[in-house]
């Protein structure tokens, strides 16, 4: 399936021996397991943001991708050089979040003041504490964002 998604990619990706292509791709590529892993009904992309790599000079664009599954809508974002959180997800269930975290991020911490260019202002929610249905939250590593994504997927 060619998903939305997949058209940005086309019209955007870097060729394989581009600068940073590597990152970029290794990107591309995560969110496509996500997408075929968690069973995506739809995957597009919600805006885009600049990756300070290598040089203060150098850039890379990259795309925050929307996942659109059964339960929830992910909108995820990374950035490799963030430390020690390399990835922001945005969650938006049909229904409001009751099961638990295991200590993946903190639920308290309110990220809608932070600088995070294409997540905002459509997919910046306040923190899991105060809205169940609609958060927001930084995680570790790509397993913490697919533990999650399971959870908030198929818990009732």
Do not use: Q
């Amino acid at each position: 399936m060619l998903t939305d998604f997949d058209r940005w990619v086309n019209e955007h990706g870097l060729a394989k021996d581009a600068p940073h292509a590597a990152l970029f791709w290794g990107y591309v590529e995560t969110v496509r397991r996500f997408a075929e892993k968690f069973d995506v009904e739809a995957a597009s992309v919600a805006g885009t943001y600049p990756v300070a790599v290598a040089s203060a000079s150098d850039e890379l664009i990259l795309p925050v991708a929307v996942l659109e599954m059964a339960k929830a809508t992910l909108a995820l974002r990374w950035n490799a050089e963030a430390w020690p959180n390399e990835w922001t997800l945005s969650v938006e269930r049909r229904s409001p979040y009751k099961g638990p975290v295991l200590g993946l991020f903190d639920p308290t911490r309110d990220l809608r003041e932070s600088a995070l260019p294409g997540l905002a202002p459509d997919y910046l929610f306040p923190p899991l504490s105060e809205s169940p249905s609609r958060f927001t939250c930084e995680l570790y590593d790509e397993w913490d964002v697919a533990t999650l994504a399971r959870l908030v997927a198929w818990e009732e």
